[in-house]
């Protein structure tokens, strides 16, 4: 088992700056985590990630503006979110899989994950 713990979610105005963090006890050698949002009436949607190749993938709506890092040796994923928008506002969760054929492909399908946090709230203003 992999256990998941988010932090460092908070209010801010449109154009400001988050930065989370995600960290991972248990069984992390063999798991991927990743990043996901839910706002309130809408379903859970992946965020950002970085594969085993050590390149990230991005939702389409925070491209160019989240940055996704990862420090292997403290087992924690970070989301670096800059420019925030309104629409940003939701809960962020951290969710972990198991390596398909010990890889981390790039998938951001809240189905294919298994574990999750209890989830960091993010409340930006307009």
């Known amino acids: 088992q992999v256990h998941l713990v988010e932090s460092g979610g908070g209010s801010v105005q449109a154009g400001g700056s988050l930065r989370l963090s995600c960290t991972a006890s248990g069984d992390t050698k063999n798991h991927c985590m990743a990043w996901f949002r839910q706002a309130p009436g809408k379903e859970r949607e992946g965020v950002a990630m970085i594969g085993s190749s050590g390149s990230p993938v991005y939702a389409p709506s925070v491209k160019g503006r989240f940055t996704v890092s990862i420090e292997n040796a403290k087992n924690t994923l970070y989301l670096e979110m800059n420019n925030l928008k309104p629409e940003d506002t939701a809960i962020y969760y951290c969710?972990?899989?198991?390596?398909?054929?010990?890889?981390?492909?790039?998938?951001?399908?809240?189905?294919?994950?298994?574990?999750w946090g209890q989830g960091t709230q993010v409340t930006v203003s307009s």
């Open positions: 969710g972990a899989r198991e390596r398909f054929d010990g890889w981390c492909y790039t998938v951001l399908s809240p189905p294919s994950y298994t574990t």
